[in-house]
T-cell receptor, first 113, second 110 residues
Framework: DAGVIQSPRHEVTEMGQEVTLRCKPI?????LFWYRQTMMRGLELLIY????????DSGMPEDRFSAKMPNASFSTLKIQPSEPRDSAVYFC???????????FGPGTRLLVL | EDQVTQSPEALRLQEGESSSLNCSYT??????LFWYRQDPGKGPEFLFT???AGEEKEKERLKATLTKKESFLHITAPKPEDSATYLC???????????FGKGTTLSVSS
């Protein structure tokens, strides 16, 4: 059974460029979460979708970040323009309900030069 | 403010040397405490969920326990393959987000 799928696994880009991260949740899960992990701040929630609708985006750092979930099997997190301080590992997680166990993908390691 | 604190930050054990990791939390109305294991370069892997004080869950050499203010992850006779970072998390008051601790990095040497 496939878990959460994320792409790309690694991304290196230059400051000012647009970055798009992709996520396919576990089939049948209706809640999707984007997290960011850094050494300084640990794992932090960026945004949470329920049934494809954004419910809580209070963790999105600023307007340069946006996330969409056009259907139940696909979500994107976009950073435009990217900055060096955005360098981190970005994880997508899904669950069968907003308070149920969250299952994480392998992450996208982003480096902005 | 909802908060999760894990200790110690790092723990080095010899193979077979049992120990415990601590997770203390402050949140109103606990909706679940989660333990995850994270290996380098990978995403967190779910281990346990605990919902009420006194609850215990076991998996191989790991046992998680919960009180009203903290949880412990007991590791009995660890092996080198247990080396990883162990993360603890609780739901925030609204139940819409997991709040993670910074983790305990466990190293087990043979």
């Amino acid at each position: 059974d496939a878990g959460v799928i994320q792409s790309p696994r690694h991304e290196v880009t230059e400051m000012g460029q647009e970055v798009t991260l992709r996520c396919k949740p576990i089939s049948g899960h209706n809640s999707l979460f984007w997290y960011r992990q850094t050494m300084m701040r640990g794992l932090e929630l960026l945004i949470y979708f329920n049934n494809n609708v954004p419910i809580d985006d209070s963790g999105m750092p600023e307007d340069r970040f946006s996330a969409k979930m056009p259907n139940a099997s696909f979500s994107t997190l976009k950073i435009q323009p990217s900055e060096p301080r955005d360098s981190a590992v970005y994880f997508c997680a899904s669950s069968s309900g907003y308070q149920e166990t969250q299952y994480f993908g392998p992450g996208t390691r982003l480096l902005v030069l | 403010e909802d908060q999760v604190t894990q200790s110690p930050e790092a723990l080095r054990l010899q193979e077979g040397e049992s120990s415990s990791l601590n997770c203390s939390y402050t949140v109103s109305g606990l909706r679940g405490l989660f333990w995850y294991r994270q290996d380098p370069g990978k995403g967190p892997e779910f281990l346990f969920t605990l919902y009420s004080a006194g609850e215990e869950k076991e998996k191989e050499r790991l046992k998680a326990t919960l009180t009203k203010k903290e949880s412990f992850l007991h590791i009995t006779a660890p092996k080198p393959e247990d080396s990883a970072t162990y993360l603890c998390a609780v739901h925030n008051q609204a139940g819409t987000a997991l709040i993670f601790g910074k983790g305990t990095t466990l190293s087990v040497s043979s």
